[in-house]
């Protein structure tokens, strides 16, 4: 068995070693490869189209969030520039640390205001009213204190006093911003003084980023998308939990990102009103689904196509090269080119040894036909056939009538040319021949 195998391998290596060989296996594997290469580009293709569809639902996505979402926090932002303009609050603005009982009977109506903003537009989480004066906060139900309003406004809005009241002096047109744990969105609509026209304190709204999504879930474009509220440089998801996402400067580019342990496609785009970005993530395998489901049926036909194809090459290769493998066997000569430049030189070989071969048998059939004319004068005795061959050979035709034959022999022509220089034998010969055709020709053209 050992020994069958190493035939066969040394075999295959003297095949492998022809040059016409390798070049006709490589033909055939390249047009084996076609349709392997068609069904890869298929393939590519249908991931290139689910990519632009992706591009194109995700992006329509998070405009129509956008929109949406811009909508509703703009009515919020509108509600709560009317309390900062409201006279009661502004009257009261600079008075919040005053026990008159008025200013306490002004101070619970706008409890009431804030709670009925609470009840009456469903975005709105919470309404609260911030007093620079006492450093005050008060909400719908309950009046916070100097000494616990650092710790609510921490809690509540994830900033301190200070970065409160910064917010409230550097922005007089107000804000909207998402608090750093992603948790609350913050309008601050800072209130003018009437007395001497300096801020002294804002209207505080909250909304909750998860109940504004959910909300306008149903009226976005339906595309199995999760929405997100993105703050600079980082990512909150607000249905699914929290991670890190790449920033991109064009906020249109789709990119994709390992969210909590998954594939997502995402699309960002950068509110109107607040210091935010909107962005949608759409689950890639729900989309990648149906190119997962024949991603093996591919794999396992390229590779069956591959393993038939090449054996399929292989043996039409070989039957191809049988032939030329037959020719190089008349071919003595050794050659270190292909088996093609062997045989061409070959045959040019063959054609100048039959040039040759056709000359000496021209020049040996023109001595013949000497010797058989030279033999008929003579009256030499020839067979019947052989003459008759020979003259058909040379279209020699003599059984016309009214033709005669002179036969002239030189022997020796040695001494009939004179002169100081002398000639070779052939010359002599040529001007033998020509002086007797010319006394030949002049002797006989009266009688023509």
């Not at 609050?89 to 009982?101: A, F, Y």
């Not at 919470?126 to 005050?136: Q, T």
């Not at 056709?358 to 067979?383: C, T, Y």
């Not at 036969?407 to 002398?422: K, R, T």
């Amino acid at each position: 068995m050992l020994t069958i195998l190493r035939k066969i391998m040394s075999a295959l290596h003297s095949l492998f070693k022809r040059k016409t060989f390798r070049t006709i296996l490589i033909s055939y594997i390249i047009v084996m490869l076609i349709p392997v290469i068609i069904s890869i580009a298929v393939y590519s293709t249908a991931v290139s189209t689910i990519n632009r569809q992706l591009s194109d639902i995700g992006w329509m996505s998070v405009v129509q969030l956008k929109t949406e979402s811009d909508a509703a926090i703009s009515k919020v932002m509108d509600s709560a520039k009317a309390l900062a303009f409201d006279p009661v609050l502004r009257s009261l603005i600079d008075e919040s640390d005053n026990p008159d009982p008025a200013v306490l009977y002004n101070i619970n109506k706008l409890s009431d205001t804030l709670r009925s903003l609470e009840v009456s537009d469903s975005q709105v989480l919470h309404a609260y009213i911030y007093f620079s004066k006492d450093n005050s906060i008060l909400s719908g139900d309950y009046r916070y204190s100097s000494r616990n309003v650092e710790k609510f406004s921490l809690d509540e809005f994830g900033l301190n006093i200070q970065d409160l009241r910064g917010s409230i002096n550097h922005n007089p047109g107000g804000t909207v911003t998402l608090n750093k744990d992603g948790s609350r969105l913050l309008i601050i609509r800072p209130v003018l003084s009437p007395n001497d026209f300096s801020f002294s304190g804002a209207v505080i709204m909250t909304i909750d980023p998860v109940g504004l999504i959910s909300m306008l879930k149903n009226l976005v474009f339906e595309s199995g998308a999760s929405f997100m509220i993105v703050p600079d440089k980082e990512i909150y998801i607000s249905e699914k939990g929290s991670g890190a996402i790449e920033w991109k400067d064009n906020l249109k580019d789709q990119l994709i990102s390992d969210l909590i342990g998954y594939e997502v496609y995402t699309a960002l785009c950068p509110s109107s009103v607040g210091q935010f970005t909107y962005a949608t993530s759409i689950d890639i395998e729900e989309y990648y689904r149906p190119i997962q489901n024949i991603t093996g049926f591919m794999t396992a036909y390229i590779l069956l196509c591959l393993t038939i194809g090449l054996i399929i090459a292989f043996f039409a290769a070989k039957k191809r090269y049988t032939p030329i493998e037959r020719m190089l066997k008349f071919v003595s000569t050794k050659h270190d080119s292909s088996e093609f430049q062997a045989i061409e030189q070959a045959l040019r070989n063959a054609d100048e040894m039959k040039k040759c071969y056709d000359r000496m048998q021209a020049e040996q059939g023109e001595i013949a036909k000497e010797n058989v004319l030279v033999g008929i004068l003579k009256g030499k005795p020839f067979d019947p056939e052989y003459l008759e061959s020979v003259l058909a050979l040379h279209k020699i035709d003599l059984s016309g009538d009214g033709f005669a034959v002179a036969v002239l022999q030189v022997d020796d022509y040695s001494n009939l040319f004179g002169g100081e220089e002398a000639i070779s034998e052939e010359e002599s010969i040529k001007l033998t021949k020509i002086i007797l055709r010319s006394i030949v020709t002049e002797m006989l053209s009266p009688i023509a």
